[in-house]
């Protein structure tokens, strides 16, 4: 299967006092991650953390990926609603992307050089 649509969720460092909560659901996320790719909801996720830059602002995030359906599907579920709405009870801060790869970043890239062609850049 293709992946051509990914879905990235970036995550702050946990407010203070909700460290352990935020531990706890973390290693649950990714357990649940994991069986979501087992079913087949999602293609493919992998976990990052940050080393350098605004390590407040951004401590890690997760690049999940699949077909356009897997992870429209995926984003439009109430359990990921959910799950967005549990960590930023925790974190400092919270950002949700959604991202172009594979064959439709190929496309999308066709589209602009039509575009500068057009334009006569």
């Known amino acids: 299967m293709t992946h051509d649509t990914a879905l ?4 702050g460092m946990p407010t203070p006092g909700r460290e352990t909560k935020a531990l706890e659901e973390f290693f649950s996320h990714v357990q649940w991650w994991s069986e979501l790719k087992a079913k ?4 493919e996720f992998r976990v990052y ?6 390590i407040g602002s951004s401590a890690g995030f ?34 949700v992307r ?6 439709t970043m190929m496309k999308r890239m066709q589209i602009y050089g039509t575009a500068l062609k057009e334009m006569g850049i």
């Open 40 to 43: 087949g909801r999602i293609g």
């Open 98 to 103: 959604t991202l172009d790869t594979g064959d």
């Open 49 to 54: 953390g940050t080393n350098t830059g605004p």
């Open 62 to 95: 997760v690049v999940f990926e699949g077909s356009d359906k897997q992870i429209g599907e995926f984003l439009a579920s109430d359990d990921f609603r959910r799950s967005v709405s549990r960590v930023s009870l925790i974190s400092s801060s919270l950002s």
């Open 8 to 11: 990235m969720v970036e995550w």
